[in-house]
């Protein structure tokens, strides 16, 4: 019995919450780290067509990119190296992006994520 003040069970987060209990977690993370990297990419002036200039902003790309390290660094060990590999170049690539992209490049080790995975040159 619920109480007057107790919310009513929401059927589509119940649905919800048994398909994430189907999926593999090596899905979920590299899905993750997949949309980390879109929106960092897109953060750090990538994206496509004329507007991508517009869309550059390194201060929300420095987030994007140390959360993608922190992810990709914690979960590496679990997810075995034919996953973890390719988000690691990704994560390089971007880290890399990153430094091409800003005016005043942060010193070796400082860039973002780089405490957790090196520096990036």
């Known amino acids: 019995?619920?109480?007057?003040?107790?919310?009513?069970?929401?059927?589509?987060?119940?649905?919800?919450?048994?398909?994430?209990?189907?999926?593999?977690?090596?899905?979920?993370?590299?899905?993750?780290?997949?949309h980390l990297m879109s929106a960092a990419a897109i953060r750090c002036g990538l994206g496509e067509?004329?507007?991508?200039?517009?869309d550059r902003d390194l201060a929300e790309a420095?987030?994007?990119i140390a959360a993608l390290a922190g992810l990709v660094t914690a979960s590496a060990p679990d997810l075995g190296p034919q996953h973890a590999a390719p988000l690691r170049d990704g994560l390089t690539a971007l880290q890399r992006a990153f430094r091409e992209a800003s005016s005043?490049?942060?010193?070796?080790?400082?860039?973002?994520?780089e405490a957790l995975t090196g520096p990036v040159v």
């Open 62 to 64: 420095r987030i994007l």
């Open 1 to 34: 019995m619920t109480s007057p003040t107790d919310p009513a069970p929401i059927p589509e987060a119940a649905e919800a919450a048994r398909d994430l209990a189907d999926v593999p977690a090596v899905e979920i993370v590299t899905t993750l780290a997949v």
């Open 49 to 54: 067509g004329p507007e991508a200039e517009g």
């Open 104 to 113: 005043i490049p942060d010193a070796p080790g400082a860039g973002p994520g």
